[in-house]
């Protein structure tokens, strides 16, 4: 079945600093979600992003299907972007079910 | 339109009762898939459900565990005589229709088995 891996495991940065986040899959997928999970242990929707480019305020995505990888660019961030990025990956004929990455943690500090 | 629903958020149970996790999916959503995250990882695949049929349980543990949606009402998680190691966060995602999996996450139900 699909693997999913997620770089880094771990990120620490300051208020107001950029980054990105990695998703590789191990076979091509046609349904990929990014997640936050925050310190609630809230699933919040970020994209639906089986292919391209799509933003949403400070953070944006992009997937490159034909390379199995898919980015998360995280801008000027903040504090309340804390906790858990998680990206999921499946494929129609499998009835869309998602196989979730180990997660990036992210902490933002004041 | 009310988001996926589910309830209850925090359950109790003592080793060997039994545990049912109830999901409401969104409005129009026909699509009910069921995850596990066990303390400290990832979410897990266990259940893919549409109305009144499983589709794919390919991750379901063997025994004491089962899944329903049926015609009228929410959809069930039921774990039978449950275990310390079923201590577990149990989300539930819908989603719209055969032309559309982007899925949507309920609150999750917090399991703790003592």
């Known amino acids: 079945g699909i693997q999913v891996e997620q770089s880094p495991p771990d990120l620490i940065l300051q208020e107001g600093a950029n980054s990105t986040l990695r998703c590789n899959f191990s076979d091509s997928v046609n349904n990929l979600q990014w997640f936050h999970q925050n310190p609630w242990g809230q699933l919040i929707n970020l994209f639906y992003?089986?292919?391209g480019t799509k933003q949403n305020g400070r953070l944006s995505a992009t997937t490159v299907a034909t390379e199995r990888y898919s980015l998360l660019y995280i801008s000027s961030s903040q504090t309340t972007d804390s906790g858990v990025y998680f990206c999921?990956?499946?494929?129609?004929?499998?009835?869309?079910?998602?196989?979730f990455g180990q997660g990036t943690e992210l902490s933002v500090k004041p | 339109n009310a988001g996926v629903m589910q309830n209850p958020r925090h359950l109790v149970r003592r080793r060997g009762q039994e545990a049912r996790l109830r999901c409401s999916p969104m409005k129009g959503h026909s699509h009910v898939y069921w995850y596990r995250q066990l303390p400290e990882e990832g979410l897990k695949f266990m259940v893919y459900l549409q109305k009144e049929n499983i589709i794919d349980e390919s991750g379901m543990p063997k025994e004491r565990f089962s899944a329903e949606f049926p015609k009228e009402g929410p959809s069930i998680l039921r774990i039978q005589q449950v275990v310390r190691g079923d201590s577990a966060a149990y989300f539930c995602?819908?989603?719209?229709?055969?032309?559309?999996?982007?899925?949507?996450f309920g609150p999750g139900t917090r399991l703790t088995v003592t």
């Open positions: 992003i089986p292919s």
């Open positions: 999921g990956g499946g494929s129609y004929n499998q009835g869309g079910k998602l196989i």
């Open positions: 995602a819908s989603s719209p229709s055969d032309f559309s999996y982007e899925q949507y």
